[in-house]
């Protein structure tokens, strides 16, 4: 199965030099994972809801009169009475919320990842307290890309900053290491937590490839369906 999020994953680097402080790059990403989860209808309930326009994809990702820090995807109960929008190509409409339902935040290591690791997990942390402030269950969804590249190129502005394997170690020399602590620190505070292996150095001609394709294609839709009989209860 051909997953959007995976797809959209992969253009972030494929083609293009990847911009490590673009703040919509998670967004872009975890809006896909809601198109996925219809995609595969494994839950009636699910279905139900996207089509009736009851629940919705919110774009700014807040609940309408609820101050919290923001995820990257927040999909809930739409605020009764506003005109959802579906863009063309997705299933899901998007619109203001007033709950959330399913909670989905994003983050992408792609070099320096134990420098940032500490700030990663506290982060991921917060977003889950976040997520279930103000009461309610939402089903918490997290996911990682980590970089195994032997080698690659950060961009600053227009400052170019190679690995050089010492002071700034190579991604391969790094990634099992930020797998471990995610897995150990942060992923046991979601109900879901994807790791998205993959080989990126940022550089001419900017190819890009899964570790292991077939398994992160497998893995991520064991995620989905895990996640679809999770809402199925809610």
Not at 105 to 113: G, Q, S
Not at 122 to 139: A, E, M, Y
Not at 190 to 202: G, K
Request: proline residues 3%; contains cysteine; positive net charge.
């Amino acid at each position: 199965m051909n997953y959007q999020l995976l797809t959209k994953f992969k253009e972030l680097f494929e083609g293009r030099q990847y911009r490590h402080r673009s703040s919509n790059q998670g967004d872009l990403v975890a809006m896909h994972l809601f198109e996925d989860l219809y995609a595969i209808d494994r839950s009636h309930r699910y279905q139900k809801r996207v089509k009736s326009g009851r629940s919705v994809l919110n774009r700014q990702n807040t609940r309408h009169g609820i101050k919290a820090r923001r995820g990257d995807g927040t999909f809930g109960e739409s605020v009764p009475g506003i005109d959802l929008k579906i863009d063309d190509g997705f299933a899901v409409g998007r619109g203001p919320t007033a709950t959330i339902e399913i909670g989905v935040e994003v983050k992408i290591l792609a070099k320096a990842m134990i420098k940032q690791i500490d700030r990663v997990v506290t982060d991921l942390g917060n977003q889950v307290t976040h997520f279930k402030s103000r009461g309610g269950t939402p089903i918490t969804v997290g996911i990682a890309g980590i970089n195994w590249a032997n080698h690659y190129c950060s961009i600053e502005g227009e400052v170019l900053w190679p690995t050089n394997g010492k002071r700034y170690k190579h991604p391969i020399q790094e990634a099992a290491e930020a797998e471990r602590h995610l897995r150990e620190r942060a992923a046991p505070k979601f109900d879901e937590f994807i790791f998205l292996h993959f080989i990126a150095t940022n550089e001419k001609p900017f190819a890009f490839t899964w570790r292991d394709e077939k398994r992160t294609a497998m893995d991520y839709g064991a995620a989905l369906a895990r996640i679809s009989a999770r809402y199925e209860k809610l």
